[in-house]
């Protein structure tokens, strides 16, 4: 299947960890991106990333350090994890942002819960 | 600073009806629209794409169009059906940096 896969699914952790979402994308995309939707579902830009370089930060704490060994993958680390991250975090990919036409795809998403 | 708005946040009409979704931007730099929806505890599938020298876009039942000069967007669904129920969410593509802004949905549901 062509398509945008997340894993983990669900991650649950205490409070003070480092963890890592991997994303990876098969539709041969050169953009990728990070999500994040909180408890009240609203959907917000967190990084992209065009053949492995960095185009959006959106002023994300820097606890957060997006990762991209290539073009097909965008992994995510979150250093010292605390309740307020918690929330789905979305990976989407698109065929190259430069491009006029740029539909998003995204991935099933990663629910991270914090205790 | 974009903003993008989606009216009504809620809706639910019976199965076979017309349906309209709105979405107003209020920065008309916009570069593409593009709608999602996305049933519970899932991802989001891509609907429609509108680009910025476009003013519409058809997919089967669906329809989006994209007015910016009065920063509006409407996406047109017809013959509902209860698999329709899902949210629907508008983005606007910023320019060619390509930051996406998303509003915060229409949640819809259909009546059998």
């Not at chain 2, 989001?44 to 910016?68: C, F, H, M, P, V």
Request: proline share 4%; with cysteine; hydrophobic share 30%.
């Amino acid at each position: 299947d062509t398509a945008v896969s997340q894993t983990p699914k669900y991650l649950v952790t205490q409070m003070g960890n480092d963890k890592s979402i991997k994303c990876e994308q098969n539709l041969g995309h050169d953009t990728m991106y990070w999500y994040k939707q909180d408890s009240k579902k609203f959907l917000k830009i967190m990084f992209s990333y065009n053949n492995k370089e960095l185009i959006i930060n959106e002023t994300v704490p820097n606890r957060f350090s997006p990762k991209s060994p290539d073009k097909a993958h965008l992994n995510l680390h979150i250093n010292s994890l605390e309740l307020g991250d918690s929330a789905v975090y979305f990976c989407a990919s698109s065929q190259d942002f430069r491009e006029g036409y740029n539909e998003q795809f995204f991935g099933p998403g990663t629910r991270l819960t914090v205790l | 600073k974009q903003e993008v708005t989606q009216i009504p946040a809620a809706l639910s009409v019976p199965e076979g009806e017309n349906l309209v979704l709105n979405c107003s931007f209020t920065d008309s730099a916009i570069y593409n629209l593009q709608w999602f929806r996305q049933d519970p505890g899932k991802g989001l599938t891509s609907l429609l794409l509108i680009q910025s020298s476009q003013r519409e876009q058809t997919s089967g039942r669906l329809n989006a169009s994209l007015d910016k000069s009065s920063g509006r967007s409407t996406l047109y669904i017809a013959a509902s059906q209860p698999g329709d129920s899902a949210t629907y969410l508008c983005a606007g593509h910023m320019n060619r940096d390509d930051k996406i802004i998303f509003g915060k949905g229409t949640r819809l549901h259909i009546l059998p």
